[in-house]
Structures are given as C-alpha cells and as structure tokens.
C-alpha cells in the first residue's frame, strides 16, 4: 500500500470489538519489516467543528468537501484509532476482501496530516514518530498551526 491511500474495510474491527464499514488513511510507505500505519475517517461531526485544518489537541484533522477524495462531505481524520499494520496482516486483509483501495490523498494533504499528528505526544508512540518523519516529503513547519474548539 502506498503513502496517502485510502483504504475501504467494510468490516472494521474496533478495540472493544464493533465492526463497521470506514475509511481508513495510510500515512507511510514503510522499507521492508516495517509497518504501514493507518488512521480512520469520518463524516459524523459529533463533537468535532466543520472548520479546515489541524485540532491536535482535540484529536483530529478537518478535510472539507471538495478536497482531495473527500468530495461529499466533511471528513474527520480521527487521531485516536492510529494503527499499526504489518505486511503480512495488510496481505491478509486484503485476501478476505477487507481492504479496497478507493483513492489517493495529495502529498501536501499527507504531510498536513502527519505534521498535526506530530504536534501533540498523545497518539504516537516514539516508534511512529520515527517511521513518519521521514515520510514528510515536502518541507512543512514541524510545528503546525493548531486550532482550538471553542
């Protein structure tokens, strides 16, 4: 799987055990041995604000509409379901029919993305914070703009 891809998995598995259909992003091009590490999308607002940009602290990314592949509706990057997927389990996925490649998100999407992960230490460990620092392949600020919720 390729950096930026969006990935479809009509039967997510969450951690405590619901399934449901989600996009997921992938956010690296790992070497060998390394895994791929994903994030889920949504378009459910919930508590989150219909505004662009990087909410860090509140734990997600904002895509508009008419973005990228995201061409319905608002999309929510969510950074509390960061996942880590070998390639062995990334081949056995796709074996089953779980993922499905839908599209591609554009390099500077990724890297916004990537840049707003990294711009809080709750959601990556020190090993993906290695492995995505040297996936930012344009020279964007290592402290990102950050919004609020009011």
């Known amino acids: 799987m390729r950096r930026g891809e969006v990935i ?5 598995t969450f951690l405590d055990g619901g399934q449901d259909d989600k996009l997921l992003i992938n956010l690296n091009d790992p070497a060998p041995n390394e895994p791929n590490i994903f994030v889920l999308t949504t378009s459910q607002q919930h508590s989150m604000i219909k505004k662009e940009g990087c909410f860090s602290n509140s734990g997600y990314y904002a895509i508009p509409e008419n973005r990228d592949f995201f061409v319905k509706e608002m999309t929510w990057i969510l950074f509390t379901t960061v996942r ?19 599209g591609y998100l554009k390099n500077e999407t990724v890297n916004a993305i990537i840049n707003c992960l990294k711009g809080t230490n709750k959601y990556l460990t020190n090993y993906q914070i290695m492995l995505l620092k040297t ?7 290592d402290k990102p703009k950050i919004l609020q919720q009011p």
């Open 8 to 12: 479809y998995c009509p039967r997510y």
């Open 135 to 141: 996936q930012l392949t344009l020279p964007l600020s």
């Open 84 to 102: 880590e997927l070998s390639f062995k389990e990334e081949l056995r996925e796709s074996w089953k029919g779980n993922f499905e490649t839908k």
